[in-house]
């Protein structure tokens, strides 16, 4: 089978594999669609381990079952969880399901990019979910960025009315915004350097965009919000600078939510005085857990997230340099879904 194996943002190849062989309790799954998500393309995260097959926002069809599966069928429409807890640790009781060894253990092989996966048994159990007919794969392949999106708002603890600020309008900022919308904030405002992610952001609700290079972010806040600063900062970009304009613009009370990984080289100063006295919660959130995504397919069942606006380029798997590539430039592309078999 074909397989895309990455060593360098300029240099990914599409490679012939053995199709995986399975074993008790996991299942084979032929991907029909893979998404390229932001980390597949960050040099510092990608590059150490290289090479490496990659790719984990997939959709597919399973084609076997290994014994013991009872859940699950040939023939079946499936997303597909490539981390899943193991529910009873340490971490897994305090709902840290992310740090739970199991769920940094178990993974998919050789990676989505690929015509063929090997789904591990865990992972058949805990988070192999059927998609519904009127659920696409490209909207199947949503499911995981968009929960981890959800844990993340879950994490930031919105309360209703709440005035969010999301700075970035790309494909996790425009999540996001339709998240918190459904959650029942008061005030959303996307702000961008790119108005082309800007007009998207308008035609998918947000009250209010802001382009820092144009305005000045906290005054035209405070113009539109009572002179209050944002209850909620959502930072999507994954740089230092960001994050420190999103202490910047924090205000009283609020949370500041980083979504977005930084570089293990980059640090922060900040100042605790600030944190203290205006009581600035600073949380982080990494992936998602089986319980957003079960909550994220039915958002998309129910047609309560649009997901057309969301998908703006798709590839074939020879083209997989390109749709990285393309995602890496990060201008002119939301989320890029590379299809295999084309």
Known sequence: MKAARYYSNDDVRVEEVPVPEIGPGEILVEVKVCGVCGSDVMEWYMKPRAPLFFGHELAGVVCQVGKGVENLSVGDRVFVHHHVPCFVCHYCRRESYTMCRTFKETRLYPGGFAEYI?????????????????????????????ACCL????????????????????????VHLQLVKILGVGLVIVSDFLDFKLEKAKELGADVVIN????????????????????????TPGSIEAVKEGIRLAGKGATLYQYGPTSPEA?????????????????ASYSSSPLETRT???????????????????????????????????KRSLKVIVKMGE
Do not use: C, W
Not at 267 to 283: A, C, G, N
């Open 118 to 146: 090997r789904v591990p048994a865990p992972n058949v159990r805990t988070d192999v979910l059927k998609l519904p007919q009127e659920v696409s794969f490209e909207e199947g392949s949503l499911i995981e960025p968009m």
């Open 151 to 174: 844990r993340g708002i879950k994490r930031a603890n919105l309360q209703l009315g709440d005035t969010v600020l999301i700075m970035g309008a790309g494909f996790t900022g425009l």
């Open 212 to 235: 820092p290079g144009k305005e000045d972010v906290l005054k035209k806040i405070k113009q539109i919000n009572e002179a209050r600063a944002p209850d909620i900062v959502v930072v």
């Open 267 to 283: 640090t922060l100063s900040i100042v605790p005085h600030q944190f203290f006295f205006s009581e600035i919660t600073f949380v």
């Open 296 to 330: 994220i397919l039915e958002y998309i069942y129910q047609k309560r997230i649009d997901t057309d606006e969301l998908i703006t380029h798709h590839f074939g798997l020879e083209q997989i340099g390109q749709a990285v590539k393309l995602t890496a430039e990060a």
